[in-house]
């Protein structure tokens, strides 16, 4: 039930305490100065005139102590008042029965406010501090009596304008208590209404759940449990303050950190394999959410330890000038996003790459504070580990933080351990903590390359994988505007006609250079042809990696002869060789456009094929000529003859993988065509909607095209038709026009 009351009437019939489990008391903080002086105004001015209600305040009771859950605050506040208004007289014995129970010295302060004598003049807000005998050193350093101080100082500075006022006038000053019984556990608890019907933010039921799990789960005793409700209320909370929101929030990027962090130690601990991880319902409900709720069990008194020192130890929520150039957009701490408005508490994400570097960096923590060598070392090698692992998805993610976790026990000498050649028990991503080892062993023989290493590392096409730039078993000098020029030209292709590709493919003529075999395709049919990478745009970097790698100098010689976009359209334009296999793709742009991922086609019989599209088991082809004529039709019948015909693109199905150029001229026919590969023609077929009804598609062509002209009735109902190209346009045109 509801009952209004002012702080006497409450005090009076209550012994009231600020559970352990609560924040601090923090409308004193140096950010709120501007609200705290509105509401001591604000509250002033009620006073002097009709009152004010400040809506309900919520509490539970039990053996005449009432424990207030939302309104800390405000009572705080009121109970500061009358404090205040009474210095210079005696203290009513109802003053005694407000309480801090967040933590001793907040409670010993408050009972020497009213049982010690003081002046407002005793207190030095810079130094969080009583010029008093009775005022404990330590003290300073409990942010409710630095908030306490510095509102005492506010409600003394505003008292000016209203000389008059007295504690009576504080009974003017009313709210609507609110006791709720039979709630249980502090789950339950925590999750009530406040004042506007709105529950209580997740951070508030984050902490009443986490220190209920760490006593009943976790067997803290009540000292442990204090250290932890203390580091989560100050230490901790000044880490993540650094952050704080324009409305000066934290408790999303508190949760979201937390989340990922014990996250993290489940997957590094689970014995379960990457697949089972991916398919635990305690994964699924934890991945992606900020709830503490969903990620309680998988919080261990090991892993608050290691969180612990993992916040103990870090010297600056800002890490990114430690870690490589190509690592951007990466919050160790999660940051509030620049457009967030007053609803919108969206946070800086996290990826799953970015996850594994979260990671690393908890790990070297865990250890230490950064030193920067060792620090920036260890992030160089994980993350050029990490960005060259091939993360797409649960199971590698999962790969990649179980890689990073054995690696760092060794992160604050990680050259010495790979140069040592000692055993890595992780499989994944072989190829780039093989190029770490080598490129370790190096740099302790010759520091100085170190620096040339990490040069060539940031250039944004390598994203630590230089591997590629060893000749014959040697490191060599390289050309950094080679390898940007190189970005840019990739970055830049197909927004320019793919210049690029098609002047390397003219240039090498030749698939044993360029274009390179993407190797067997598991889960193809062994009759598939063989497929070829022509390398995609940026993103398909790791392939572009595998063109140079496979003949590097004759790339690095191509670019010699092409500075520019003229080179590489003269080398087009110059390139005559008709019976080339690439001559087509070479000499029309467009046949890129109707590739899958416009970087792959097949070579089958020294015939280029289109993959237009490229999923395993439902791959599709075409060949240039089908793709061409099919343009040439639409350029040419495009709004001519038949009305409502339209012209389409089929990639094909499962059962004919082959891509065909359709005519559907009305509602019932329709006309297919394609090139036959094996008799070297293109062949017309000629079908009905409705394949119960052949006379429409048969009576168009004999009254457009008089006689029968190898005209052929195939098993499934269809009409074929072969010839040449000039042959096919010629009966297309007389059957459109």
């Known amino acids: 039930m509801t009952t209004k009351y002012n702080l006497e009437k409450l005090l009076k019939e209550y012994k009231v305490e600020i559970p352990a489990i609560q924040r601090d008391f923090a409308f004193g903080r140096k950010e709120v100065k501007d609200k705290r002086e509105k509401f001591v105004d604000d509250l002033y001015m009620a006073m002097s005139q009709d009152g004010i209600n400040l809506d309900f305040i919520y509490g539970k009771e039990e053996n005449g102590i009432l424990t207030v859950l939302d309104g800390q605050q405000r009572i705080t506040i009121l109970w500061l008042f009358a404090v205040y208004l009474s210095k210079n007289n005696s203290m009513p014995d109802w003053f005694s029965n407000f309480t801090y129970d967040t933590r001793i010295s907040s409670r010993e302060f408050c009972q020497a406010l009213i049982s010690k004598k003081w002046s407002v003049n005793d207190i030095d807000e810079e130094s969080h501090k009583m010029d008093v005998k009775w005022f404990y050193n330590s003290w300073k350093y409990d942010p409710t009596i630095s908030s306490i101080l510095s509102m005492i100082k506010t409600i003394d500075e505003k008292k000016s304008n209203y000389p008059n006022l007295n504690l009576s006038d504080l009974n003017k000053v009313t709210f609507s208590f609110l006791e709720i019984d039979k709630l249980g556990q502090p789950e339950e608890l925590y999750l009530k209404m406040n004042s506007r019907g709105k529950a209580l933010t997740p951070f508030e039921n984050f ?24 580091k989560i209320d100050t230490t901790w909370t000044d880490i993540f303050w650094e952050n704080h929101s324009v409305n000066y929030e934290i408790d999303e990027i508190y949760l979201a950190f937390l989340s990922r962090f014990f996250l993290n130690e489940w997957i590094i601990n ?34 608050i330890e290691k ?84 993360i797409t998805n649960v199971q590698s993610m999962t790969g990649a933080i179980r890689l990073i976790n054995e690696l760092s026990q060794h992160s604050h000498n990680i050259y010495g351990f790979l140069a040592s050649n000692a055993e890595i028990k992780s499989s994944l991503a072989v190829d780039q903590v093989n190029e770490e080892i080598e490129k370790a062993k190096v740099i302790l023989e010759d520091p100085n390359l170190e620096i040339k290493f990490v ?53 090498n003529n030749d698939e044993n250079i360029y274009p390179i075999p993407s190797g067997k395709v598991r889960g193809r049919p062994n009759n598939a042809p063989d497929e070829y990478l022509l390398g995609g745009d940026i993103n398909a970097r790791n392939e572009w990696l595998k063109i140079i790698s496979h ?107 082959q891509g065909v150029a359709c005519i559907t001229l009305h509602d019932e026919i329709a006309i297919d065509v394609k090139y036959d590969e094996s008799e070297e023609k293109y062949c017309l077929i000629l079908f009905n909607r409705n394949p119960e009804n052949l006379s429409p598609s048969l009576n168009l062509w004999n009254e457009r095209i008089p006689g029968n002209n190898g005209l052929k009735l195939h098993e499934n109902h269809r009409y074929t038709y072969k010839g040449n190209e000039n042959e096919v346009v010629s009966i297309l045109d007389k059957l459109i026009n």
Not at 272 to 281: G, V
Not at 582 to 602: A, S
């Open 270 to 303: 689970s014995d379960l394999s990457a697949k089972q991880i991916e398919n635990s319902e305690i994964f699924k409900k934890a991945y992606g959410s900020d709830s503490f709720l969903s990620i309680k069990n998988m919080v261990t008194k090991k892993g």
């Open 307 to 390: 969180l612990s020192n993992i916040l103990d130890n870090i010297n600056s929520t800002n890490l990114i000038e430690y870690l490589p150039k190509f690592v951007s957009k990466f919050h160790f701490i999660p940051r509030y996003n620049d457009k967030k408005s007053e609803s919108d508490g969206l946070i800086s994400s996290l990826t799953q790459i970015s996850r594994v570097v979260f990671v690393a960096i908890s790990n070297y923590l865990y250890e230490s504070k950064i030193n920067e060598e060792s620090f920036k070392r260890w992030m160089r090698v994980s993350c050029n580990i990490i960005y060259n692992a091939d």
């Open 207 to 230: 902490k009443a759940d986490f220190l209920e799990h760490c006593k009943n789960n976790l067997n803290y005793n009540d000292d442990e449990l204090s250290i932890i409700s203390q």
């Open 551 to 657: 003949d590097n100098q004759k790339i690095v010689e191509f670019f010699k002869l092409h500075a520019n976009d003229d080179k590489l359209k003269q080398t087009i334009n110059n390139f005559s060789d008709e019976e080339s296999k690439f001559y087509k793709l070479i000499k029309h742009p467009n046949l890129f456009g109707y590739m899958d991922n416009k970087n792959k086609i097949f070579i089958k019989d020294k015939k280029v094929l289109i993959e237009t599209n490229d999923r395993v088991q439902a791959y599709r082809y075409s060949n240039c000529e089908t793709i061409l004529l099919f343009e040439k039709l639409r350029d040419t019948f495009q709004g001519k003859g038949i009305e409502g015909k339209s012209f389409e693109f089929y990639s094909g199905d499962s059962e004919n993988r």
């Open 455 to 507: 040069k060539a590392e940031s250039i944004e096409f390598f994203n630590g994988r230089i591997r590629d730039l060893i000749l014959d078993g040697h490191w060599v000098e390289i050309d950094i505007n080679f390898y940007k020029n190189f970005h840019n030209f990739i970055s830049n292709d197909e927004n320019n006609t793919f210049i690029f590709r098609r002047a390397l493919l003219a240039y």
